[in-house]
T-cell receptor, first 107, second 114 residues
């Protein structure tokens, strides 16, 4: 069984702070990794994907991948109240999701 | 194209009845995924297709669940002999075949079993 584990949260940060979200996985064969955001009552939407070890930056978001440690993370810089949502890690061709981490950014 | 379309949006059924949901993916998206999501949980993988081929089905599912994608376009998910534990949001997503491309989600079908 492919496992995708996320820090359960909830995570609360003040506006302007850095939010750090983590995900570990069991399938060493996974080659693609995704971070989705899901607002309450809505469907998930892609934030970014990463497939190479190291960092990938897109605006205020940075994804970090370490295949040796089977670990992928998402950093949100200058967090805004509009970032309050559940963040989902997904991986592999079959797009397996973790349970998600609920983030609240307080003004 | 208006995106991934799921029908119906809501379904209330009595325990023991069969239900069928439909998903129309984005045109030319070869991959199609089905998930089940309950409150506070991430999307739980059910199955996925590459064109008309069902490549994987979750071992967590009982034989009451079946999915088809007969012509590689729309897909149906059927649940037989529904149970109260089947109450959830059923999500469909589609993506191109290429590696590292975004999967787009439909708005889901909310099933309530009474």
């Amino acid at each position: 069984q492919k496992e995708v584990e996320q820090n359960s949260g909830p995570l609360s940060v003040p506006e302007g702070a850095i939010a750090s979200l983590n995900c570990t996985y069991s399938d060493r064969g996974s080659q693609s990794f995704f971070w989705y955001r899901q607002y309450s009552g809505k469907s998930p939407e892609l934030i970014m994907f990463i497939y190479s070890n190291g960092d990938k930056e897109d605006g205020r978001f940075t994804a970090q991948l370490n295949k040796a440690s089977q670990y992928v993370s998402l950093l949100i810089r200058d967090s805004q109240p509009s970032d309050s949502a559940t963040y989902l890690c997904a991986l592999g061709d079959d797009m397996r999701f973790g349970a998600g981490t609920r983030l609240t950014v307080k003004p | 194209d208006t995106g991934v379309s799921q029908n119906p949006r809501h379904k209330i059924t009595k325990r023991g009845q069969n239900v069928t949901f439909r998903c129309d993916p984005i045109s030319e998206h070869n991959r199609l995924y089905w998930y089940r999501q309950t409150l506070g949980q991430g999307p739980e993988f059910l199955t996925y297709f590459q064109n008309e081929a069902q490549l994987e089905k979750s071992r967590l599912l009982s034989d009451r669940f079946s999915a088809e994608r007969p012509k590689g376009s729309f897909s149906t998910l059927e649940i037989q002999r529904t149970e109260q534990g089947d109450s959830a949001m059923y999500l469909c997503a589609s993506s191109p075949t290429e590696l590292n491309t975004e999967a787009f989600f439909g708005q889901g079908t909310r099933l309530t079993v009474v």
